[in-house]
């Protein structure tokens, strides 16, 4: 093992690598499966469920996704040797290039406060994903009479992150291979999982009556039912889409950056978030009816589908009775094998984007310096993985050791890393291109302008709507708070005692900075 000094990353990735990278991240097959619960669950400060404005919140999610992601291609274009720092490297350049001192004098302080955000979304975010997997193992298990405890749950949570991050420590090209073949085949699956979900209500083979339907007509599905509910499905929704701008940590891999990493940007929402997930989520709703049942026969609906370890599994079984021959129970473990394997994706991408960004960091000297070290085969941030490996393995035990409240909790947690980052990508990108020759109106500062307005209020709706809902979402939203809280002092600490000990100003003079 040597230093960052050799050996050093290498240029490797087309647009198709870049795309399927940040493709792996989305992972729409996946989300499908493991957020359906959550959404179904959430109700509002009155305990009425939000669970109607499911589809209407990701479209209110999308927005603000594409808003950041022409931000994020803006300044990927504008910063092709961004390397693997992807926004906090933007954060430093953009004040850097200003003329006057007193604008270069808040480089430090903003990529301070972006790579924190960065951080709390991307190194929370992975063990998000292997609560996930472990919750997905509990249900297939229970499907054949097993009962997994909450100890094998957190046991299965640290195999997992350990098998994550032995496949990241290989480098980005093994990573970008398992990527195509996971994009494939859970594209697959959910296509043909949405197409059996719409052909279900439409032939309605169980005889289903009308006011059984969950949604009694299809465009009660795409027609916003209430205006909090959608903002804060939105909130949850958002851990759907974010991947987007995971490939502007892959500068330093990419073989043409200034080309391929702003269209691999947009390309990567357009084809996950726009096609996928309203596809899915459309055929989903649209075949959910008071005949999915809990396990004990309790509920119905989404009342069912709210408490239920994967209410897709459920609705797969009874969708693959009717169009399969009664081979339910297979057609559901073959969607649940595709959702295992786009949760290994999804996983490892993440891993991948908070290693780099971190290496970035450490290369500047904001951040320990064995998060600098790489690999001498693989050329990877180690050492980045390995701790990485084990921070998710910690809120993976956090988040299936309190049900759906704590999954809810570790979720927008890292969601609120997603917001913060969000919001002050587009605020640089108007700083980046304020004054230059280069300046366009509506890409550098309306679209950006309405990027950090959405996501503000994301944050906003975290905050109050969360915690006016009462019961076990206010829960969920007080330990995301607690979780971020507790990240953002450990980050202060660090970065006023290195600024100390380095002699470094948190805040520069303008003279300092003239000179």
Request: proline share 3%.
């Amino acid at each position: 093992m040597t230093t960052q000094s050799a050996p050093i990353m290498k240029k490797t990735l087309g647009l198709t690598g870049v795309t399927v990278n940040a493709m792996a991240l989305i992972a729409p097959g996946a989300f499908l499966w493991m957020t359906y619960q959550l959404q179904a669950a959430n109700v509002d400060a009155a305990g009425v469920s939000t669970a109607q404005d499911m589809w209407t919140g990701i479209v209110a999610a999308l927005i603000v996704a594409f808003l950041t992601a022409f931000a994020f291609a803006e300044l990927a274009r504008r910063y092709p040797d961004a390397g693997s720092g992807s926004a906090y490297y933007f954060a430093e350049k953009a004040f850097l290039d200003r003329e006057q001192p007193h604008h270069r004098r808040w480089a430090r302080l903003a990529k301070f406060i972006t790579g924190w955000a960065a951080h709390l979304f991307y190194w929370v975010y992975p063990g998000v994903m292997v609560a996930f997997f472990a919750v997905l193992a509990t249900y297939i298990a229970g499907q054949f009479g097993v009962a997994i405890p909450i100890i094998g749950q957190i046991v299965i949570a640290w195999g997992f992150s350990a098998l994550v991050g032995m496949i990241a420590m290989r480098g980005i090209n093994g990573s970008t291979t398992a990527s195509i073949v996971i994009n494939v085949i859970q594209l697959t699956a959910l296509v043909v999982f949405s197409i059996l979900a719409i052909l279900f209500r439409v032939q309605n083979p169980l005889g289903i009556q009308p006011a059984e339907w969950y949604h009694p007509v299809a465009t009660s599905i795409i027609i916003p039912h209430n205006l909090a509910g959608m903002l804060f499905q939105s909130t949850i929704a958002i851990l759907i889409l974010v991947g987007f701008e995971s490939s502007t940590a892959l500068g330093a891999e990419a073989i043409n950056p200034k080309r391929d990493i702003p269209r691999g940007v947009i390309l990567s929402l357009v084809i996950q978030g726009i096609f996928a997930y309203l596809l899915e989520y459309f055929a989903a709703n649209y075949a959910l009816s008071d005949r999915l049942v809990s396990a004990d026969g309790a509920l119905k609906g989404i009342s069912a589908a709210a408490v239920s370890g994967a209410p897709i599994g459920d609705l797969a079984v009874q969708i693959g009775d009717a169009f399969l021959g009664g081979n339910g129970f297979a057609f559901m473990l073959v969607i649940a094998f595709t959702v295992a394997i786009a949760i290994l994706g999804t996983t490892l991408a993440a891993m991948n984007t908070g290693v780099r960004i971190s290496f970035a960091m450490a290369q500047d000297s904001e951040m320990p310096d064995i998060m600098g070290m790489l690999h001498e085969k693989y050329a990877t941030p180690y050492i980045g993985v390995v701790i990485m490996v084990i921070i998710s393995g910690v809120i993976a035990t956090i988040g299936v050791m309190g049900g759906v409240m704590t999954l809810t909790g570790i979720t927008l947690a890292s969601n609120l890393g997603t917001f913060v980052l969000y919001a002050l990508i587009c605020g640089l990108t108007f700083v980046a291109f304020a004054g230059d020759h280069g300046f366009r109106f509506i890409k550098h500062a309306l679209i950006p302008f309405l990027g950090l307005l959405v996501n503000a209020g994301m944050v906003l709706a975290i905050f109050v709507i969360g915690i006016l809902s009462g019961g076990s979402t206010a829960q969920a939203t007080y330990l995301a708070l607690g979780i971020s809280a507790a990240w953002l002092i450990m980050s202060v600490m660090y970065f006023v005692t290195m600024s100390v000990r380095t002699g470094k100003a948190i805040l520069p003079s303008v003279k300092a900075m003239a000179d």
